[in-house]
């Protein structure tokens, strides 16, 4: 996987749609707007670089020798995701914007995938949230 390349490019997604937003904040309204613009952004990007998506693999339920093989995009708006909080419990979270990392297993569900890259986005009037930061260690 090009690992840095690809975190790096979410970066430099992130700083470009900043510099537009600081030059037009009308232009996105409210938090999704900006979640989207984010993902759609990031989802073009991967796509010219030849890492737009992330391949699983599905076991037929009735028929498990056959195996059905999909293509997800590797940018999500809010996934529900799995994952263990400070108290050891497992919690489910939503990161605004996540990028998937390859899959080592392919037959793992999308709530286990493991998360290259993840976005929280805080717009007017978010105050401070431990949570935010917590989910996204």
């Known amino acids: 996987m090009a690992y840095p390349h690809l975190v790096q490019v979410a ?17 996105w309204e409210h938090e999704i707007d900006i979640q989207a613009e984010l993902r759609s952004r ?6 010219i670089l030849g890492f737009e998506t992330v ?25 529900s995701v799995t994952y263990k909080f400070s108290d050891r419990k497992i919690y489910r979270a939503m990161p605004d914007v996540v990028v998937w990392d390859d899959l080592k297993d392919p ?10 890259w993840a976005c929280e986005i805080k717009y007017m ?5 431990d949570w935010d930061i917590e989910k996204l260690g």
Do not use: M, Q
Request: charged content about 20%; some cysteine; overall charge positive.
């Open 11 to 27: 970066w430099h997604a992130v700083e470009k749609l900043v510099g537009d937003w600081s030059n037009n904040p009308h232009f």
């Open 42 to 47: 990031l989802a073009t990007l991967y796509s």
């Open 55 to 79: 391949i699983a693999t599905e076991k037929e339920a009735r028929a498990s020798t056959k195996v059905f093989t999909y293509r997800y995009s590797r940018v999500a708006c809010e996934p």
């Open 107 to 116: 037959n793992v569900t999308p709530e286990h995938w493991p998360i290259l």
């Open 125 to 129: 009037g978010a105050g401070k949230n």
